[in-house]
């Protein structure tokens, strides 16, 4: 056991100390919060006026285009040849034209400008004059505005999970999206850091270093202990990339929180609402719709700790079972290149396992959900999937054992290809020298 320490130490702290380590452990969240904080500060940003001329020979749209912050609209009484002459001079930035046969002819309305006009203000007019005709053809129906908007009905239906503890609110939105984010970080950490024991193999066999290591440490103890101590140095990543994302999210929030209000006195209610923790029907104005408490109350809706702690035993299992395979790939060949041909066969089932996420989000308790998620090689990543949605503990229980198995036999699979193959050189591997490796006494 003093030797798979030692070996557990030397592989955590020789790349824990590298700049590429640090580098990215500080810009990963970086990157993430400069993304969306930038995405979030486009949007809030200003947006140039538009000013739209109107020439309207119907009469029926006069008053029905009204502007906002981003678009002016000025109305002409000329004829068109006069408009587009005058447009070309002006500084307007589109001139509509709308005949008097419109309601007859919808297509027949144009749209001049110097340049092309943008989707959002080409739909935008489509839009008013689509509804002013509805509403004329309707009124020529006997049916008004008023009962056409009473028919209108939104339906926004709320999840209640009926369990033994009783009713819970929940969230099928927030459960997609939290499973998705589980499964895909398992997906890309089994590849990095898989890929890096198997490289930290390969390297020392091409360098003959593990000749002199062989000497005073058993092969199967220097392969775990190559194991362990990179999935230390995962884990160690991931928790400071979570530290890091959280206080430079909160911090970012705050800036932003601070930009909607001053430009929006509805967010700056419904933020004081909700740091009063009051309800949105006791504050002025509290009928406004907030995306931000609404990510924030669905969040809260799923189980967290359950969530996160199975996270970290499906990362861990995993990748134990996965790094095992990729050892034992690095300890038969002699480099890189020749690895390829072994990789195939490992990397296929995290790759279905991927491709099958995408089903399983649509059906987390079919069959297909079901037998994926007890798999041990397909289990780390679909099982993280379906734990926001409710699953059974006895599912759970059943999936973590076999993934237990799994890691134990894998393990002893690659130990057996291990012991032989880190002192064999000059020799290209085959799957049946492999399997006679796996035998050999």
Known sequence: ??????????????????????????????????????????????????TVQVLDESGLFRNEFKDSETLKFAYLDSSIDSAKAKFKSSEANALVYIPKNVIKEPKSVRIYAAKNVSMDLKSEIEKVIEKEIEDIKLGEAGITHKILEDSRVNVNSETI?????????????????????????????VFIYGTQVMRGITEEKTSRIVEVIISSVKPFHLMLGKIIGVALVGLTQFVLWILLTTALTSATSVVLNNKMSEQSPEVALEMQKMQNGMPASNMPGGNVENPVAEVLGAVSSLNLPLILGCFLFYYLGGYLLYSALFGAVGAAVDNDADTQQFMLPITLPIIFSFVFAQFVLRDPDGTLAFWTSIIPFTSPIIMMVRIPFGVPAWEIALSMFLLVLGFMGTTWLAARIYRVGILMYGKKVSYKELAKWIFYK
Do not use: H, Q
Request: glycine content about 8%; some cysteine.
């Open 1 to 50: 056991m003093r030797n798979i320490f030692l070996v557990i130490r030397r592989e955590y702290l020789v790349r824990v100390k590298k700049k590429s380590f640090l580098i990215m452990t500080l810009l990963g969240p970086l990157l993430f919060v400069a993304f969306y904080a930038t995405v979030f500060w486009v949007a809030l940003g200003s947006v140039d006026t538009k």
């Open 161 to 189: 999970s009926l369990s033994e503890e009783g009713e819970k609110t929940s969230s099928s939105g927030a459960a997609t999206v939290i499973g998705g984010i589980c499964a895909f970080l398992i997906y890309m950490s």
